[in-house]
């Protein structure tokens, strides 16, 4: 069988491009101790002997998960916290800057790599309000190879707008040669392992994955591709969570997926509400509505709206970081007289992923003047908060009706709005899984502190049980893009381990 890949890579976002880039050889993985720590620098020191030689060197393999230098709060993998400790020393530990004891190497492989992704370069960073502060330093963004301070010419700082970092992306393909390789605007119908046919090569089984060109890009025809390794790396933003009366009644109770159905919707693409309602699912769904979005609206939604010229109201369900952003860069970005109010629904402020930011530092302001609007320390005549609310019912009419959580003695209420965003977390989409992958991957993946997770050898990022299938990033549960470059490091040390190993037997 000509043309047999070494690794297909699913997603075109920082994880899939510092993916991409790993196994074609770009590397940030040269050791540049000492350390600044010196308990750090003596376990460096023992496994690899001195400065100047590459992580993935054979000798890394006397690292174990009890020699790790320090822990991360952020990951729990200890590869990622390996690399995350050496490329961005104290990150969590210090506010002062310590730049990175690895340098930038290439080091061409000779791994037939194809990575796709079926938006633009960037993935979900497309998605977002370019306006927006990013959560991390800037320096926490950067890809193998030229860093966002290379390509912008200036130091950047802390937190960058990110519009700057989609622009990186978009342009890293560019900048590290990696156009023959990694594609936008093509999707993966399907990846399923199928048992060689007799072609010479080891009998192991294979990927078959079929993509298809997508709106915006190029041809439309599905195209064939087999190969060795399968590498889950398309992110956390592809399905927006959907509200447990997603297929119920239009006026039927509203309440989250159970963990479990999250993890089945992430690998089916739906899940089957009909035990969780009351009766068979009518037309139109509630979440279907055209006044329904999972998305963050554009600033300007409200003069799409027909109507008298009276006031606009958008209601925003959740209080995790897409609703934030989704509030933050409205009020940015409307005038102070704009005729829009935004109806924040939410249970509870402590219990949501944003109250880490209650007592965060000035770098984090937008997050801090939501949180006191939320609580009503400070006022907006464009926000509304909705505290101690629920979703209780939606109809064709555009209204919704709010019934108070559970202890929070809130009364029900009827609200008409002209935009109704459900912003309540996404998942991975792995629907394009074969029907036995599927499943085996349903039956590992969890919901952890909100994430889905899928788990992974701690070493080599291969899901275990499924043959030569590895996640990445955040569909392992890992969201923050320091730590994919280390992903790619470690992903490539395997392949090509694989590879070696392959050769050793055939000899």
């Known amino acids: 069988m000509a043309g047999i890949l070494d690794a297909f890579v699913v997603g075109n976002g920082p994880c899939g491009l510092a993916i991409a880039a790993a196994l074609t050889g770009h590397v940030t993985a040269m050791y540049n101790g000492p350390h600044y720590a010196r308990g750090v620098e ?7 002997g001195k400065s100047g030689v590459l992580i993935d060197a054979a000798a890394l393999d006397t690292l174990t998960p009890d020699r790790l230098p320090y822990p ?14 050496l490329n961005h020393p104290f990150a969590d530990a210090s506010s002062q800057r310590y730049g990175p004891l690895l340098r930038y190497s290439r080091r061409p492989t000779d791994l037939k790599v194809r990575c796709v992704g079926r938006g633009p370069y960037g993935g979900s960073w497309a998605d977002m309000p370019e306006s927006l502060l990013t959560l991390s330093p800037g320096s926490w963004m950067n890809l193998p190879g030229p860093t966002l301070e290379e390509y912008y010419g200036s130091d950047l700082g802390g937190r960058i707008t990110r519009g700057e970092v989609l622009r990186y992306y978009q342009a890293y393909p560019s900048l590290v040669g990696l156009r023959s390789v990694v594609s936008e605007h093509v999707e993966v119908v399907s990846a399923a392992l199928e048992p060689q046919a007799g072609n010479g090569t080891d009998g192991a089984p294979l990927w078959r994955i079929v993509t298809r060109g997508v ?17 889950l790396a398309n992110g956390m933003y592809d399905r927006p969570k959907r509200l447990n009366g997603s297929h119920a009644p239009a006026q039927a109770a509203f309440g989250p997926l159970e963990d479990a159905a999250c993890a089945e919707e992430a690998c089916s693409g739906a899940v089957n509400m009909d035990a969780r309602c009351q009766e068979a699912p009518p037309e139109p769904v509630a979440e279907d509505f055209a006044f329904v979005t999972h998305r963050s609206p554009a600033a300007d939604w409200y003069k799409e709206v027909g109507g008298s010229g009276g006031r606009r109201y958008l209601m925003v369900v959740g209080a995790g970081l897409t609703a934030a952003d989704c509030i933050a860069s409205h009020l940015a970005a409307l005038p102070a007289d704009a005729p829009v109010t935004i109806l924040h629904v939410f249970k509870e402020l402590d219990a949501s992923p944003l109250a880490k930011f209650k007592d965060a530092s000035p770098m984090y302001r937008e997050y801090g003047h939501l949180i006191a609007l939320m609580q009503g320390a400070a006022q907006d005549p464009r926000y509304r908060p909705c505290s101690g609310r629920v979703l209780k019912s939606v109809s064709g009419t555009q209204e919704v009706v709010l019934g108070g ?4 003695g809130a009364a029900e209420e ?12 996404s998942l991975p989409a792995l629907d394009f899984l074969g029907p036995a992958e599927r499943r085996r991957v349903a039956a590992m993946a969890t919901i952890v502190e909100r994430k889905f997770t899928l788990p992974v050898d701690p070493w080599t990022l291969q899901v275990p049980g499924v043959h030569n299938l590895y996640a990445a990033g955040p569909v392992r549960g890992d969201n923050f893009v320091r730590f994919v470059v280390g992903d790619g490091v470690f992903i490539t040390r395997s392949i090509l381990k694989q590879r070696r190993l392959a050769a050793a037997d055939r000899a």
């Open 42 to 48: 003596t376990t460096f020191e023992a496994a690899l």
């Open 72 to 85: 991360s709060e952020r990951s729990k993998n200890p590869a990622a916290v390996l690399y995350d400790s």
């Open 215 to 231: 709106a915006g890009g190029q041809g439309g025809a599905d195209e064939i591709h087999y190969a060795r390794n399968l590498i």
């Open 405 to 408: 959580a559970e202890g929070s």
């Open 414 to 425: 009827t609200v008409r709005v002209d935009r109704l965003a459900l912003l309540l977390g």
